[in-house]
C-alpha cells in the first residue's frame, strides 16, 4: 500500500466549528487531492495541489480551503463547518508519468466526518 | 457539464462467472479512463486503466474496453470470486491527475 495516512480517521463537531484534515505521505509524490464522497456517490474534487504552495480549486470547494506547506502534508480546511459537509473525506496522491501507468493515483483510508 | 455514469448500480453474479460493469461519459474529449474498486471502509484502489488510443486493455482477470463512438467504457472481471465483491468505479481523467468519478456500481458475488 502506499505511504498516505490520514487523519483524524473519525470527527464529530458542531455547525460553525473550525476542522483541520491532515494527509501525510511519505512517497514523496508532487500531486495530492482531496476528495469527498456522500452515500451511494463517486469522489468529487475538493482541492488539489501540484506542488508546494501550488493549490488549485476542484469541483466543490466552496467552504474548503488547503495548504501545502510541504510536500507530504496536505492540509484541508473547513472554516466554518455545515451540516453539508458531512461525508467521507479521501485524500490521493499521484506521482504522474509513472512508467508502470499515466496517472495512477493512490487513495488514503478516508476520514469520516459528522457536522451536527 | 462534464459526467461520467454507471449503467446499473448494482450487479449480482454467481462465483466463476464473467462479470461486466458498464460506464457511459459525456466529454468526447477525454483522453484517459480509469477504474477503480472500493471495498466497504477503505479508500478506491487502482484496477487498471486506459487511453483514449486504445480499444482494449487487459490486466490479470480484467479487461477494459473503450468504444469511442458511444462514449462507453466497460470493465469485465472473469471468472469472479467473491474478494472481488465491492464498489467499482469508472473515472474519466482530467488533467493534472484530476478524476471525475461516476456513482459506482456494487458488484456482489454468490457463492
Known amino acids: 500500500d502506499a505511504g498516505i495516512t490520514q487523519s483524524p480517521r473519525h470527527k464529530v463537531t458542531e455547525t460553525g466549528t473550525p476542522v483541520t484534515l491532515r494527509c501525510h505521505q511519505t512517497e514523496n509524490h508532487r500531486y495530492m487531492y482531496w476528495y469527498r464522497q456522500d452515500p451511494g456517490h463517486g469522489l468529487r474534487l475538493i482541492h488539489y495541489?501540484?506542488?508546494?504552495?501550488?493549490?488549485d480549486k476542484g469541483e466543490v470547494s466552496d467552504g474548503y480551503s488547503v495548504s501545502r506547506s510541504k510536500t507530504e502534508d496536505f492540509l484541508l480546511t473547513l472554516e466554518s463547518a455545515t451540516s453539508s459537509q458531512t461525508s467521507v473525506y479521501f485524500c490521493?496522491?499521484?506521482?504522474?508519468?509513472?512508467?508502470?501507468?499515466?496517472?495512477?493515483?493512490?487513495f488514503g483510508p478516508g476520514t469520516r466526518l459528522t457536522v451536527l | 457539464g462534464e459526467s461520467v455514469g454507471l449503467h446499473l448500480p448494482t450487479l449480482s453474479v454467481q462465483e466463476g462467472d464473467n462479470s461486466i460493469i458498464n460506464c457511459a461519459y459525456s466529454n468526447s474529449a477525454s483522453d484517459y479512463f480509469i477504474w477503480y474498486k472500493q471495498e466497504s471502509g477503505k479508500g478506491p484502489q487502482f484496477i487498471i486503466d486506459?487511453?483514449?488510443?486504445?480499444d482494449k486493455r487487459q490486466g490479470q482477470r480484467v479487461t477494459v474496453l473503450l468504444n469511442k463512438t458511444v462514449k462507453h467504457l466497460s470493465l469485465q472481471i472473469a471468472a469472479t470470486q467473491p474478494g472481488d465483491s465491492a464498489v467499482y468505479f469508472c473515472?474519466?481523467?482530467?488533467?493534472?491527475?484530476?478524476?471525475?468519478f461516476g456513482d459506482g456500481t456494487t458488484l456482489t458475488v454468490k457463492p
Open positions: 490521493a496522491i499521484s506521482a504522474l508519468l509513472q512508467k508502470s501507468s499515466y496517472n495512477e493515483q493512490f
Open positions: 486506459i487511453r483514449s488510443n486504445m
Open positions: 495541489s501540484y506542488g508546494v504552495k501550488d493549490t
Open positions: 473515472a474519466e481523467n482530467r488533467g493534472a491527475g484530476k478524476s471525475t
